[in-house]
């Protein structure tokens, strides 16, 4: 039997699936449940690895990424925005209103102005602390399942049985000027196919960039592998470009046609939210490394 409605998200982020699963229940639609699911953290001041309050880049500047996705497989994405406080919404308007997919930088800040969009300081005096306390030495170096509560990409199954998907953070703290990770990236951060399912990506951006970890795992589903498998088989995909290398997080969670779940990733600390008729459920990750 299909489970449906369904949300499920990256990490234990309860209150933004419990969002989507407002909206799901009411009989709403899975673009509508991901996208205000997101918003959720986005507008969370604690929440350092999205939105509002997110760590800024090595100078200092919050600069967001977010994407989405829906049934049709359209979708939207914004890359480097800064002063914006929910770039999933903008990546939204950018799906809906535009004939292109991404905006970049101060072009997709300025049609976030057109949008309606309100300018936002998105750098909280915690951040803005921490930054100058980095500054001190200026070492990158990501920290591996950061307070557990990191960026979201979220995923939903409507009663209609349509798929939709969004992901958005601030990306990796003290980051070059211009950096973008895998969240806004179509294939990588996220990736929706109506028919078969869909998949998204938390950890470091880079390496999910360079399998296409999230359409990996949707086409590895096509062939017939549970969300379960797909994910474990995308994280083996990783390692296996990373002999040895045990100093870097990344999670992958997915979902089938059939409302079927499933995460993993590489080191232990990762969990996924699941939210449906059944309840409302934290779920540890399985990891590559023990
Ligand atoms: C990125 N994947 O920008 C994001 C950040 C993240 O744990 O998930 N941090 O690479």
């Given at each position: 039997?299909?489970?449906?409605?369904?949300?499920?998200?990256?990490?234990?982020?309860?209150?933004?699936?419990?969002?989507?699963?407002?909206?799901?229940?009411?009989?709403?639609?899975?673009?509508?449940?991901?996208?205000?699911?997101?918003?959720?953290?986005?507008?969370?001041v604690n929440n350092q690895t999205?939105g509002v309050g997110g760590r800024p880049d090595r100078e200092g500047n919050v600069t967001l990424?977010?994407?989405?996705?829906?049934?049709?497989?359209?979708?939207?994405?914004?890359?480097?925005?800064q002063n914006?406080?929910?770039?999933?919404?903008?990546?939204?308007?950018?799906?809906?209103?535009?004939?292109?997919?991404?905006?970049?930088?101060?072009?997709?800040?300025?049609?976030?102005?057109?949008?309606?969009?309100?300018?936002?300081d998105l750098l909280t005096e915690q951040s803005r602390q921490e930054w100058l306390e980095w500054k001190k030495t200026s070492e990158y170096k990501p920290v591996?399942?950061i307070e557990?509560?990191?960026?979201?990409?979220?995923?939903?199954?409507?009663?209609?049985?349509?798929?939709?998907?969004?992901?958005?953070?601030s990306g990796m703290g003290y980051k070059y000027a211009?950096r973008?990770?895998?969240?806004?990236?179509?294939?990588?951060?996220?990736?929706?196919?109506?028919?078969?399912?869909?998949?998204?990506?938390?950890?470091?951006?880079?390496?999910?960039?360079?399998?296409?970890?999230?359409?990996?795992?949707?086409?590895?589903?096509?062939?017939?592998?549970?969300?379960?498998?797909?994910?474990?088989?995308?994280?083996?995909?990783?390692?296996?470009?990373?002999?040895?290398?045990?100093?870097?997080?990344?999670?992958?969670?997915?979902?089938?046609?059939?409302?079927?779940?499933?995460?993993?990733?590489?080191?232990?600390?990762?969990?996924?939210?699941?939210?449906?008729?059944?309840?409302?459920?934290?779920?540890?990750?399985?990891?590559?490394?023990?």
């Open positions: 039997k299909e489970i449906r409605p369904i949300a499920i998200c990256t990490w234990n982020f309860k209150n933004a699936t419990a969002k989507a699963w407002e909206i799901l229940e009411a009989g709403g639609s899975s673009l509508d449940a991901v996208q205000e699911g997101a918003m959720v953290e986005e507008a969370d999205v990424d977010a994407c989405i996705m829906d049934k049709d497989g359209n979708c939207g994405a914004v890359l480097c925005m914006i406080a929910s770039p999933v919404s903008v990546a939204r308007k950018v799906m809906e209103e535009t004939p292109h997919v991404m905006l970049a930088g101060k072009g997709a800040e300025q049609f976030a102005y057109e949008q309606g969009f309100e300018k936002t591996i399942n557990n509560h990191d960026t979201i990409g979220i995923l939903a199954i409507d009663s209609k049985g349509d798929i939709s998907g969004a992901c958005t953070t211009g973008v990770g895998d969240s806004p990236i179509i294939g990588a951060g996220l990736f929706v196919d109506n028919e078969i399912g869909a998949a998204t990506a938390t950890g470091v951006g880079e390496e999910v960039v360079r399998t296409v970890g999230s359409f990996l795992i949707v086409e590895l589903m096509r062939q017939g592998k549970s969300p379960q498998e797909a994910c474990e088989e995308g994280v083996k995909r990783i390692m296996a470009k990373n002999k040895g290398r045990t100093d870097f997080q990344i999670g992958f969670i997915a979902i089938n046609k059939k409302g079927e779940t499933g995460g993993y990733c590489i080191q232990p600390g990762f969990s996924y939210r699941t939210y449906s008729e059944a309840g409302h459920a934290d779920n540890p990750s399985e990891s590559f490394l023990k």
